[in-house]
């Protein structure tokens, strides 16, 4: 059986492509199940993977990013925006609560806090 990379990523999620043609290979997961046990039970999650496709048949597997946890889970997400960089993009998630939530994907890098990546 054929994997695709995306396969290899173990997680229920809804996907987003990154719109910028520098980063085309990354993608934003917006988990779709609960996240956490017991005293660690947290909503969701949004993770930015690197899904390595543009280094050919034998390019390396798919590597996180990133990632933040959110107080909801995800039913659809959204990634757009314009430049050359990550930096003029936004990532939306429309929650299971009914509420949208705004993300910086350049704040999701890590090194960065979860701070830096929420806009609303």
Known sequence: MVRT??????????????????????????SKEKGGTGFDDYGGELELYDLNITRG????????????KTPGRFGCIAWGGAGPSLDGT???????DGTVNLWRPSGLLDGNSSDDALLS
């Open 5 to 30: 990379k995306i396969s290899e990523i173990e997680a229920g999620a809804v996907v987003a492509w990154s719109p910028v043609g520098d980063h085309a290979d990354v993608v934003a997961l917006g």
């Open 90 to 96: 936004v990532v939306a998630g429309g929650m299971l």
């Open 57 to 68: 048949p034998d390019g390396a597997s798919p590597s996180r990013l990133g990632s933040v």
